[in-house]
């Protein structure tokens, strides 16, 4: 997803974001924090405000580009839950048929279960330490490349502190005093421990507004930059079933049952978007020099909100967005659930 400066906005089902490398970090996260980056937005199905006409770059067959950055390694997500409700309880949803504890279970287990999949996997044809301009990593014999390992979730916590009851952002670089997701991912950070292939995810509970530019947003992900010479990666995920349909909620599973497909769906789509995102395109200061395409658009950019499906992970199953794969139709690139060679749709027009 892609938030820029100047603010460019992505037309609808895609975000834009500014990327950056930052020098190897430290053990530990440090306290004092000089910015917080650009946000990489994705955007409802509704689209991003004032939304030009022209056509999406998710309905561009062009491949992503490497722009001489880092990716994350060895994956790893910590999920934190801020905000009083988290620990108190709240139910919602249909019938408030859907608590803390409920929302909670489906996230964990999401994370929990994603590593060593086969969705997973699509994303380890990417690399660094390749030249710039790159589209592959073959052939390169220093190349290293994304893994994919069976324990993508490292922990999770709730801090029970009050979270902002609106949280609105400009989707460009703030001073943190005026970010307080990138203050609690500073947070996170030095509750879970400093780790450089890590996401920070935070999570809000239903009824904290989050806005940019006056617009409701599904998630985002950035990066804190330090001072001590490391950014911390992370992502921000509001109470997405609130926004329904918008952000993909029934939009895999029509029918709602206990454990939350259906009401769920948008988090396990905009997490595992997000999720895919960092993990290929983690930095965001000053510039995107991960993986992206031409026109700075993700690996989830590309296919967002594109043939959703459910796929099974453990004894569970979940839904998700395919994710572009460069090596998909014989190397011309497609949204792809598995890494291949083969067949994989193409997006013609915008979702």
Request: charged content about 10%; proline content about 8%; some cysteine.
């Amino acid at each position: 997803m892609k938030l820029r400066t100047p603010f460019t906005v992505a037309t609808i089902g895609t975000c834009a974001l500014a990327a950056a490398a930052v020098s190897s970090p430290s053990a530990t996260a440090d306290t004092a924090v000089s910015m917080s980056a650009a946000k990489s937005i994705l955007w409802s199905t509704a689209g991003a405000p004032a939304a030009p006409s022209t056509p999406s770059p998710t309905a561009l067959a062009n491949n992503l580009i490497f722009h001489g950055g880092v990716v994350e390694h060895t994956p790893k997500v910590f999920v934190t839950y801020w905000g009083t409700e988290w620990k108190a309880g709240f139910h919602a949803g249909p019938k408030n048929a859907y608590s803390n504890s409920s929302a909670m279970n489906y996230v964990n287990a999401f994370f929990a279960h994603v590593g060593g999949s086969r969705w997973n996997g699509t994303q380890t044809q990417y690399c660094d330490n390749i030249a710039p301009g790159s589209t592959t990593c073959s052939g390169s014999p220093l190349a290293r490349y994304i893994t994919n390992p069976a324990k993508v979730l490292g922990g999770t916590w709730v801090d029970s502190t009050p979270a902002p009851a609106t949280i609105v952002t400009t989707g460009l670089a703030e001073n943190l005093t005026n970010d307080p997701i990138a203050a609690e991912a500073v947070k996170a950070s030095q509750h879970f421990g400093y780790q450089p292939d890590a996401t920070y995810f935070v999570f809000t509970p239903p009824g904290h507004t989050a806005t940019a530019y006056g617009s409701v947003y599904c998630a985002y992900h950035s990066e804190v930059t330090n001072i001590g010479g490391h950014g911390i990666r992370y992502s921000f995920m509001p109470y997405t079933p609130e926004q329904g349909a918008g952000c993909g909620g029934n939009s895999v599973n029509h029918t709602n049952d206990a454990f939350g497909h259906g009401y769920f769906d948008s988090y396990s789509l905009a997490g595992g978007h997000e999720y895919a995102e960092a993990v290929t395109d983690p930095d965001a200061w000053p510039t995107q020099d991960g993986w992206n395409d031409a026109t700075t658009s993700e690996n989830g950019d590309k296919c967002a909100y594109f043939h959703p499906a459910n796929i099974t992970l453990g004894a569970y199953y979940f839904a998700v967005q395919p994710m572009w794969s460069n090596e998909a139709n014989s190397g011309a690139g497609g949204c792809a659930m598995s890494r291949g060679t083969g067949p994989a749709p193409v997006p013609s027009s915008v979702p």
